[in-house]
């Protein structure tokens, strides 16, 4: 790798040039982020999941920049015009915007008015022009200047002098400074300024509220510009850069105007307003609308991502056997049950909601699905008839000892699943209604593993997903998905291929061979039988090991995140104590106040000794926070059950830059504006709720006509802050 990008690297995240050097050698080699980040302290310093993905993004950056570099100095010099001052300033280039405004007089162009002036051979009069332009320039008869190249291509000195200015214009607006300078300003000093089309009267359209809307552009709001953004994509609003023209023209004059000759000072000015207007202008402002562009698009991506990461990590229920229903009013319940792992047991349609003879069977034939099945957990959709059917499986259950335990849980995704290839591979016989249902029982017991199986797009925690770069959007939640999935660890004997696929090392086809290996010769026994799986090598199996897990194995460590490759480590430290390996829990005690150097070694040191104890402190602990669940309250299930100032329980269900989403059990989610989260200024709502969060809220408005519903998180009376 080139040094000078390590300590360029070194420099910008205050590393020391080592921990760069040896990090990018371990991605040079192969190895994942995650398993970096947990199973390579030594090397990198103990940098983090974060801190690991920045630097290696940044290193791609500046690594493409540098490849850019020399494409581009090899095209200046093909064409014979590169200079020792030009290459210096192109190697010290520190980001792709300057380069390419460098690089913009050398592109190979269309043909322009400039370039059809130069082959009527009107650049020698330009020159001239650009000579006489300084100030102690003698006067100058611009027309007598001009007649001499009047011939069979230039009809009059008129059309000279305009293609000479074509000539000057072009040059203008390819200097570097001067676009620079420009670019500058308008995002300091720029105003987006919105307008909803004459075709959109007052009150029909989802973006009324730009109907006259200005803000400078230094200032919008991500969400803000994504939705003035939307509107003019769907035609609905008219969307303008405004910026002081006249502040740009007199820049522009002020740093290429040099001559005190008047009517040479008034050939240049005509030229560089026409070189604003036609070169400037247009190229200069859609620039700005597309860095615009890609700063709202990361953060609304990673709003997203922090929403991703909060739903994966949810709380599991536990493994028990589960009831699923998906509910509905005229095609009835899909009642499902799953074994304690999530195993397919039993499919019936309940119609409880179809009179009191269909209610009393429905009641029947859920009770003996229950007790026939020692139901554990119950899993109610919050779909259409979610409310009616809680109620309904309340009454039930209550005349049970023990009662299973009732959980409203999301149906975001659970149809784009069922109707998916994975959920036909899964289950081929099954009917997607089925399948739906299943995948809410299992979103209960474990929502990390069953949520994987659905684009995160589909889930419902996203801002402006759809109007953001899709490529770098998949990129990043793939990143969130593969982190959680590696922070959590996966159960080697249960996890679905989907699953097994963002485990560090694994791919999809790797990922299928370990559950081919798994249905041909039974659960794994230790993690060692991976290297029997097909296409799972050495390498493969190092990144992996450690994030797979294996209960009521040969090895007990096989249940933990300690990595194979340290097993030796744990077995000394158990001889030394006299410990046997099945009570690996004790060791930590015995070993939190000793020196832990004498089990150190090449690639294990103190850092890693350290999580290893804390992994025996609990091996097969599930990282994740205890289970918690909201409470609606009872006869409110729709719209017309809310009343202004009511307090309920709610569930986040989506953080934005603007507020936060809270499902209160009536099928429409309210928001709770940012403003409203609470008693302080709020920045980012990020930094008040996630989703997931259990909150209690109040009911500030009610807009049956929209089905919009206004909550707040404050104290009743306090005065709103933004």
């Known amino acids: ?21 040896n990090t990018l050698k371990l991605f040079a080699e192969g190895a994942t982020v995650p398993f970096v980040a947990r199973y390579r302290k030594e090397r990198t310093g103990g940098l983090n999941e974060v801190q690991l993905r920045e630097l290696a993004e940044r290193h ?32 010290q280039c520190g980001t792709k915007s300057e380069l390419e405004d460098l690089y ?122 994504l939705a003035l953004f939307r509107g003019e994509a769907e035609g609905v609003i008219a969307l303008d850069l405004e910026f002081d023209e006249r502040a740009v023209l007199d820049y522009l004059e002020a740093r290429e105007i040099r001559t005190r000759e008047p009517a040479l000072r008034r050939f240049w000015q005509q030229m560089l307003q026409d070189a604003f207007e036609r070169l400037f202008k247009n190229a200069l402002t859609g620039e700005v609308r597309a860095l615009k562009k890609q700063e709202a698009d990361l953060a609304s991506i990673q709003t997203f991502e922090a929403n991703l990461r909060e739903l994966l990590l949810a709380s599991p229920a536990g ?76 009454e039930v259950i209550a005349a049970l000892d023990p009662q299973p335990l009732k959980v409203m849980v999301s149906e975001a995704g ?72 590696n922070h959590v660890g996966v159960d080697l004997n249960t996890a679905s291929a989907e699953l097994l696929t963002f485990v560090a ?26 290297l029997k799986v097909t296409k799972l090598g050495p390498k493969a199996f190092e990144q992996a090991a450690g994030f797979l897990r294996i209960r009521d194995g040969d090895n007990p460590l096989d249940n933990t995140a300690v990595h194979p490759e340290s097993y030796p480590v744990v077995r000394a430290m158990a001889s030394d104590l006299g410990i046997p390996l099945d009570r690996i829990a004790e060791i930590p005690k015995h070993l939190q106040s000793a020196d832990l150097n004498r089990y150190a070694g090449p690639t294990v040191g103190e850092p890693t000794l350290r999580d290893i104890l804390a992994e025996l402190e609990k091996p097969g602990r599930d990282p994740r926070a205890a289970f918690q669940y909201a409470t609606f309250k009872e006869g409110v299930n729709a719209l017309k059950d809310l009343v202004v100032g009511m307090e309920l329980e709610g569930v986040v269900t989506n953080v934005t830059n603007f507020g936060a989403f809270v499902d209160i059990g009536v099928h429409q989610d309210g928001l709770v504006h940012v403003s409203q989260l609470a008693d302080r200024f709020v920045a980012d709502p990020k930094a008040v709720v996630k989703v997931g969060q259990i909150v209690r809220v109040r009911v500030l408005e009610v807009n049956t006509a929209l089905g919009r519903i206004g909550l707040s998180m404050r104290q009743a009376g306090a005065p709103p802050r933004r």
């Open 414 to 485: 659970a149809s784009i699943y069922s109707a998916s290839a994975v959920a036909a591979a899964e289950f081929p016989d099954l009917d997607v209604t089925v399948r739906g249902a299943i995948s809410i029982g299992r979103r209960l017991q474990d929502p990390l593993a069953e949520l994987v199986k659905i684009d995160p797009k589909s889930i419902g925690v996203g801002q402006y997903q759809h109007d953001v770069d899709q490529k770098l959007l998949k990129r990043k939640l793939d990143e969130t998905v593969e982190s959680c999935v």
């Open 319 to 394: 493994r028990l056997p589960t009831l699923a229903i998906d509910p509905g009013f005229r095609t009835g319940c899909k009642v499902a049950v799953l074994g304690p792992t999530g195993t397919f047991i039993e499919y019936q349609a309940i119609f409880p909601h179809q009179g009191a003879g269909q209610r009393a069977q429905a009641a029947r034939v859920l009770q003996d699905l229950i007790t026939r099945h020692r139901i554990g957990l119950i899993a109610v959709g919050n779909g259409t008839g979610g409310r009616e059917t809680d109620a309904f499986v309340g």
């Open 1 to 21: 790798m080139a040094s000078n990008l390590v300590q360029v690297l070194a420099r910008e995240f205050s590393l020391a040039p080592t921990q760069v050097e």
């Open 104 to 225: 913009l007089p050398f592109r190979p162009k269309r043909r322009t008015r400039a370039a059809a002036a130069r082959e009527k051979g009107l650049e020698p009069l330009a020159d001239r022009l650009a000579a006489l332009n300084r100030p102690d320039a003698p006067a100058v008869d611009l027309e007598a200047e001009a007649v001499k190249y009047v011939g069979e291509a230039v009809a009059s000195a008129e059309e000279a002098l305009a293609g000479a200015a074509d000539i000057l214009a072009e040059a203008a607006a390819e200097r570097a400074p001067l676009r620079a300078w420009v670019r500058a300003y308008l995002l300091k000093s720029g105003h987006f300024a919105a307008r909803i089309k004459p075709d959109f009267p007052p009150g029909s359209t989802k973006f009324e509220m730009y109907r006259d809307y200005r803000i400078a552009v230094r200032s919008v709001a991500p969400h803000n510009l």
């Open 505 to 530: 090392g694994i791919g999809v086809a790797v990922a299928h061979n370990i559950v081919i290996y798994r249905d041909t010769h039974g659960p794994y026994k230790n993690r060692r039988a991976l």
């Open 60 to 91: 791609a950056y500046l690594g493409e920049l540098e490849e850019r570099k020399t494409v581009i100095l090899a095209s200046i010099g093909e064409q014979d015009k590169l200079t020792d001052e030009l290459t210096k300033r192109i190697v």
